[in-house]
């Protein structure tokens, strides 16, 4: 019996490694769904779900996952959303404020500032945010030197470089030290006389440092290095690139990039190989069915298994929901209410309608899509999707039985959110009579920036479908 308490425990431990908990007061999401989401890659910025609570009464949630390194989650609910970094086995106390009421609204999200209690001097966002500070006082007083004192400028920033360097040698932490460098790779960006060239930047900071997948000011900084590099390619490298995707082949385009100094990193090659290909996707010098043949390949077999993660998620970025794509299958399904796929809309166009019933700005919109309906629901289907929640106040559950078409709770698991990208409510997408994608996102029935609205292509299509 002792031996198999053991194995238990054993076990027990083994499966809770790198346990993660946040314990959070947000007094403005009560009843509301709150979120944690992690980074698949820092190319794409594609996002996975990793932990899902509702807010109780007394304003708390807590939120428990795995992770086995340092990395970024972002905290959502009510369209807010904030960040934290967390370490293995870490446990954080934090406030998840509401929006600025003085912010303007942002329909694809608001960012709000994640407070934390009694955060440990040794936890790397108590580091981090400690450094930035240092960073940004020393901008504020001395950024106005660039243009006009520009040689103390840099005498000034080479001394405030070695007072961070002091002041960090002692530490252990790889990801406070790799996002301190690349903070100061991104301001040698800053144009002056004594900047480096591309060549040094590249010998200075990348040849060098191992590739930090997981460390966003890395990433951020190898991104925007190697942004657009086709026009950078001298013409002989270009041109054996171009011949390389008209052969969809990986291994010839990796021999290629090969001929590029800053690209002497077999693993950063591949890389920005994958980066590059979707950057490209778009343009009409390259034939998309090779880049897609590349990419797949690439999905599922690189030199290096990290970047398999990125071919694949910016494959999924580039190809979903593009218009003329055919839209992602889905299975619509809910209590005492007919269970819907893409096929039981053939005939009619699909507008559908991602929102949240409690949110204020949501409703405002509702009224306009009724009008809408009236006009239209001969021609096109409207239907409203919200995440399921047993706790609807009666506001919010009144506004979902006022609408006059289907509205489907659906869980926060269920495919459809991933598949059609809602990360911002509320969110539209029209899908054509055969199944394709019209726009995703789609515009709406409020006027956005350049004062158009969905009724205009409403319109065309009953004049169309009339015919």
């Known amino acids: 019996m002792r031996f198999s308490l053991l194995i238990l425990f054993f076990l027990f431990s083994f499966l809770s490694t790198g346990q993660v908990t946040i314990n959070g007061f947000a007094p403005a999401y009560v009843g509301k769904t709150i979120q944690a989401f992690r980074v698949l890659d820092f190319f794409s910025h594609k996002e996975e779900m990793v932990a899902s609570t509702t ?19 972002i905290i959502k609910s009510n369209n807010n959303e904030g960040f934290l970094l967390v370490q293995p086995n870490a446990t954080y106390t934090i406030d998840l404020p509401e929006k600025d009421k003085y912010t303007p609204y942002r329909p694809d999200g608001n960012q709000v500032e994640i407070g934390f209690y ?63 460098k ?18 040094e930047k590249h010998d200075f900071y990348i040849k060098y440092t191992p590739v930090q997948y997981h460390n966003e000011t890395y990433m951020q900084y190898i991104s925007d290095f190697y942004q657009k590099m086709m026009p950078r390619l ?124 409690e949110s204020e700005e949501s409703a405002k919109e509702l009224p306009l899509l009724v009008e809408m309906y009236s006009k239209y629901s001969s021609y096109i289907d409207f239907v409203s999707i919200v995440r399921e929640n047993s706790q609807f106040t009666e506001i919010a559950s009144k506004r979902i039985n006022d609408l006059p078409w289907d509205v489907y709770p659906i869980k926060s698991s269920n495919s459809i959110w991933k598949n059609y990208q809602v990360e911002s409510l509320p969110l539209y997408v029209l899908i054509d009579a055969q199944g394709y994608i019209v726009a995703s996102p789609a515009l709406g029935p409020k006027p956005n920036g350049q004062y158009q609205t969905i009724d205009r292509t409403f319109f065309y299509i009953k004049k169309a479908m009339e015919k």
């Open 234 to 357: 001298p013409s002989k490298t270009n041109q054996a690139v171009y011949e390389a995707i008209l052969n969809s082949s990986p291994t010839l385009m990796m021999k290629a990039l090969g001929t590029e100094y800053t690209l002497i990193n077999l693993r950063i090659r591949e890389m920005i190989m994958i980066k590059t290909l979707s950057e490209i996707y778009y343009s009409d010098d390259y034939p998309q069915t090779n880049i897609i043949t590349i990419l797949d390949s690439l999905s599922n077999k690189c030199l290096f298994k990290e970047n398999e993660i990125i071919a694949q998620n910016l494959k999924s970025r580039i190809t979903a929901l593009v218009p003329g794509g055919q839209a992602p299958s889905f299975v619509l399904m809910a209590k005492e209410m007919e269970s819907k796929t893409i096929s039981s809309f053939s005939g009619k166009y699909i507008y559908f309608h991602f929102f949240d019933p």
């Open 55 to 73: 807010v109780k009464d007394d304003s708390t949630f807590t939120l428990y996952f795995n992770s086995d390194y340092t990395q970024k989650i």
């Open 118 to 180: 009694n955060l440990d001097s040794t936890d790397i966002n108590y580091k981090i945010l400690g450094f930035q500070r240092w960073v940004d006082y020393f901008l504020g007083n001395n950024y106005h030197l660039k243009s006009t004192e520009p040689l103390e400028f840099t005498e000034n920033m080479d001394r405030f470089k070695l007072r961070v360097e002091k002041a960090y040698k002692s530490d252990s932490s790889t990801y406070l030290k790799t996002h301190i």
């Open 182 to 199: 690349f903070t100061f790779a991104s301001l040698d960006n800053i144009q002056t006389a004594a900047e480096r060239n591309r060549y």
